[in-house]
T-cell receptor
Framework: AQTVTQSQPEMSVQEAETVTLSCTYD???????LFWYKQPPSRQMILVIR??????QNATENRFSVNFQKAAKSFSLKISDSQLGDAAMYFC????????????FGKGTHLIIQP | DGGITQSPKYLFRKEGQNVTLSCEQN?????MYWYRQDPGQGLRLIYY???????QKGDIAEGYSVSREKKESFPLTVTSAQKNPTAFYLC???????????????FGPGTRLTVL
């Protein structure tokens, strides 16, 4: 079975600074996808960024980028120019290559933005 | 607007009662999912369905049941056999089979279930 580990229960960053959230995973599959989801206080889950395991290039979405290290099974999220609206729970998630079997989530990192 | 709706937003249940949570999507997605979220935990998969009239158990299916009679609907029943049902329940859907980003799931707003 696949597992996803987020070792930072809580992180704090000053507004406009950069922060990196860590995620490691364990799988024996070669074809899979990785995601970062954001859950603000409204509890609505919002997709931040996705990475296909077969792609060597790290995904980027505006201020959000990932550092995908396939051999190390590491998938960290970097948030640049942090904004107050970035404050939320962030979840790392994994799915197998077929994509239809559901996501495996980490326990989440609570990100606090200091004004 | 396309999306996923869940109702009700808050639900209260007495011990020993079954209760059904609603999930509807108009995204024309094939697959639908139910997750449970507890404080300090990530989301855990309860049940999922890849096609109408078919569904599979997830990691924590005991005490829950589902049906998938229509593509748009995937209701979850929390039975009296579920020992600790108080939690936040999230429904999601996704497309697959080459018709969209693989694995990307769209979530509803959730239902908070409290057992009194």
């Amino acid at each position: 079975a696949q597992t996803v580990t987020q070792s930072q229960p809580e992180m704090s960053v000053q507004e406009a600074e950069t922060v990196t959230l860590s995620c490691t995973y364990d799988t024996s599959e070669s074809d899979y996808y990785l995601f970062w989801y954001k859950q603000p206080p409204s509890r609505q889950m919002i997709l931040v960024i996705r990475q296909e395991a077969y792609k060597q290039q790290n995904a980027t979405e505006n201020r959000f980028s990932v550092n995908f290290q396939k051999a190390a099974k590491s998938f960290s999220l970097k948030i640049s120019d942090s904004q107050l609206g970035d404050a939320a729970m962030y979840f790392c998630a994994y799915c197998n290559g077929g994509g239809a079997d559901g996501l495996t989530f980490g326990k989440g990192t609570h990100l606090i933005i200091q004004p | 607007d396309g999306g996923i709706t869940q109702s009700p937003k808050y639900l209260f249940r007495k011990e020993g009662q079954n209760v059904t949570l609603s999930c509807e999507q108009n995204l024309n997605h094939d697959a639908m999912y139910w997750y449970r979220q507890d404080p300090g935990q990530g989301l855990r998969l309860i049940y999922y369905s890849q096609i109408v009239n078919d569904f599979q158990k997830g990691d924590i299916a005991e005490g829950y049941s589902v049906s998938r009679e229509k593509k748009e609907s995937f209701p979850l029943t929390v039975t009296s056999a579920q020992k600790n049902p108080t939690a936040f329940y999230l429904c999601a859907s996704s497309t697959h089979g080459g018709r969209g980003p693989v694995g990307e799931q769209f979530f509803g707003p959730g239902t908070r279930l409290t057992v009194l």
